[in-house]
């Protein structure tokens, strides 16, 4: 699924809002491992990255080429500060209507709003993909996260409070969000 959009920072500097390529799959693979290492809120640790740089370059044109998924990059500087994607909970009929969504950014780059806006890129691309909802779950302590999704129209139907186990710091509560579209 295409998307491109420049944007305004919080900082006063532009961030490209646009669709990963096979070229960016280094790039992309880099921020995973920073951004995974970065915080304690995602679902996994850096070395349980599987992929190449090449593995990665491919499921970026694959979610740009795809009609029903994407995986957008925010770029600043020429620099990936961020990813964020959503893909299909499933192919289904029962089903099909629901994407799931994810997103990570570099703490260097955190607060300049690039996370509502990779956020509103994917509600945009889900609608124009067809789904009915958008699906996520949130470590309920990462409280920025939670906010930005509530604001965004997002509500919570439900938690886990042993939805993640951290090595660092035992279970965390998950809550499950979701938005209709």
């Not at 593995?55 to 029903?68: N, V, Y």
């Not at 993640?164 to 979701?178: A, D, H, N, P, V």
């Amino acid at each position: 699924m295409k998307y491109l959009k420049t944007i305004k920072l919080k900082d006063g500097r532009e961030c490209i809002l646009r669709n990963g390529e096979e070229r960016d799959g280094q790039a992309a693979l880099d921020n995973f491992i920073l951004t995974h290492e970065q915080t304690d809120y995602l679902l996994t640790y850096p070395d349980e990255n599987t992929m190449t740089a090449e593995q990665e370059g491919r499921f970026l044109q694959k979610k740009t080429d795809s009609e029903t998924e994407v995986e957008i990059l925010a770029e600043v500087d020429g620099v990936v500060a961020g990813l964020a994607g959503i893909d299909a909970v499933g192919g289904r009929d029962k089903i099909r209507h629901r994407a799931d969504f994810g997103i990570s950014i570099d703490r260097q780059y955190w607060n300049l709003g690039i996370g509502t806006e990779l956020l509103h890129a994917c509600i945009d691309c889900a609608r124009k993909a067809g789904y009915e909802q958008i699906e996520l779950s949130v470590v309920a302590e990462n409280e920025t996260a939670v906010t930005m999704y509530r604001k965004a129209g997002f509500e919570e139907y439900g938690r886990n409070p042993r939805g993640f186990k951290s090595r660092l710091t035992g279970y965390q509560e998950l809550i499950y969000m979701r938005i209709e579209l």
